[in-house]
């Protein structure tokens, strides 16, 4: 059964930056597209960006310009490039391909 993994998270101030890491236990990303999501305390989880197979990227409005998705298929790995951080980034992030899920990494932005 294939596994992801997130890394990445922590505590930063508003404006601040953070990169997130997907690693899957088999290189499949090159294969299907690879969503983003995340989800804040009380919230439902939502899709924040995603790289299809062919490398296109998509992104919700909210963070257009700001974040950034990645893909390296040698290292099996999903990236999320996240610049000027707003508390209302605060959340779990998750990635996620063909309903597989890691077990996400906490992003907390706040002064």
């Known amino acids: 059964q294939m596994r992801l993994m997130e890394s990445g998270g922590g505590l930063v101030q508003p404006g601040g930056s953070l990169n997130l890491s997907c690693v899957a236990s088999?290189?499949?990303?090159?294969?299907?597209?690879t969503t983003w999501h995340r989800q804040a305390a009380g919230k439902d989880r939502g899709w924040v960006a995603m790289?299809?197979?062919?490398?296109?990227?998509m992104y919700i409005n909210s963070v257009k310009g700001r974040f950034t998705v990645s893909r390296d298929s040698a290292k099996n790995a999903v990236y999320l490039e996240m610049n000027d951080l707003s508390p209302e980034d605060t959340a779990v992030y998750y990635c996620?391909?063909?309903?597989?899920w890691g077990q996400g990494t906490q992003v907390t932005v706040s002064s």
């Open positions: 088999e290189n499949i990303f090159n294969l299907y597209a």
């Open positions: 996620e391909q063909r309903n597989y």
């Open positions: 790289i299809t197979s062919d490398g296109r990227k």
